[in-house]
């Protein structure tokens, strides 16, 4: 896929991939949290839903996708496995994705159910995991690296193991919550720009500095720098977006598991 280097062309291309299928715990709300930062710094969001069967954009700034039911994972299992290459190709040149729970797992090796059954994953993350009968639910907050604490909701019975391949974990986790698998504290994980985590909530509107990370990660791979215009109008729209996403991270994080 060529690379676009006009700075005068704003245009950022995201794609929404298996909302249809992927998307039962509200993962939507991180496209729209997206699409409205980005716009309040400048830029033009394309969001291109993509769902099984259907035509593959042409340019790729970032991908998002959500969570799903173990039956939901394998009713896009094939067509994921169509476009693997595509999406191993995008994320060794750098483009952003930010891929939540199903998802997640599909990108590592493998996922097994806890009835056995095992579907095959992508090795775009080099991880596996394999459900449990016992679900790993509540809110959640943890330490990154890249973006300082995140908070969000934790909804999955798979037990996640990261593994040594260039591949490292996301997040620490930092405090009674579970995480990958509830034995070495690690939450998530990230190799290239592609981060793969648990957090629902949706995570993005209470957690604006790792929309920002993937709005100006995005950016920079296709214009080579991210340069908010934003308005003094915009700007105010975006201090009380961050206002109030502090005030649900402080809720959400004193709130019991």
């Excluded at 199903?102 to 493998?110: D, H, I, M, S, V």
């Excluded at 908070?151 to 260039?166: A, L, P």
Aim: include cysteine; charged fraction near 20%.
């Amino acid at each position: 896929m060529t690379r676009t280097t006009q700075t005068n062309t704003r245009v950022l291309d995201i794609v929404s991939l298996y909302p249809k299928d992927m998307n039962i715990y509200g993962d939507t709300g991180n496209v729209k949290t997206v699409e409205l930062r980005a716009r309040l710094y400048g830029y033009e969001p394309r969001i291109h839903a993509y769902n099984v069967g259907d035509a593959w954009p042409e340019q790729v700034d970032l991908v998002l996708g959500g969570g799903g039911q173990d039956k939901g994972q394998a009713v896009i299992s094939d067509d994921l496995f169509a476009r693997a290459d595509t999406l191993r190709q995008l994320a060794a040149d750098g483009v952003p994705m930010l891929l939540i729970c199903g998802l997640y797992q599909l990108f590592g090796e493998y996922f097994e159910t806890h009835e056995g059954q095992r579907l095959p994953g992508i090795h775009v993350l080099g991880v596996h995991t394999v459900g449990q009968d016992t679900r790993m639910i509540g809110n959640l907050v943890e330490k990154t690296e890249q973006c300082g604490a995140i908070v969000g909701y934790e909804n999955h019975s798979g037990q996640t193991i990261v593994h040594d391949d260039g591949t490292q974990p996301w997040a620490r986790v930092e405090n009674e919550g579970t995480g990958n698998n509830g034995s070495d504290f690690t939450e998530g994980a990230r190799k290239y720009n592609v981060i793969g985590t648990y957090m629902h909530g949706s995570v993005l509107p209470k957690n604006p500095q790792l929309s920002d990370f993937l709005i100006r990660t995005a950016a920079e791979h296709r214009y080579g720098t991210f340069e908010p215009t934003s308005t003094a109008e915009q700007k105010v729209q975006l201090d009380k977006l961050n206002a109030l996403a502090q005030a649900a991270f402080d809720v959400a994080s004193t709130r019991p598991r």
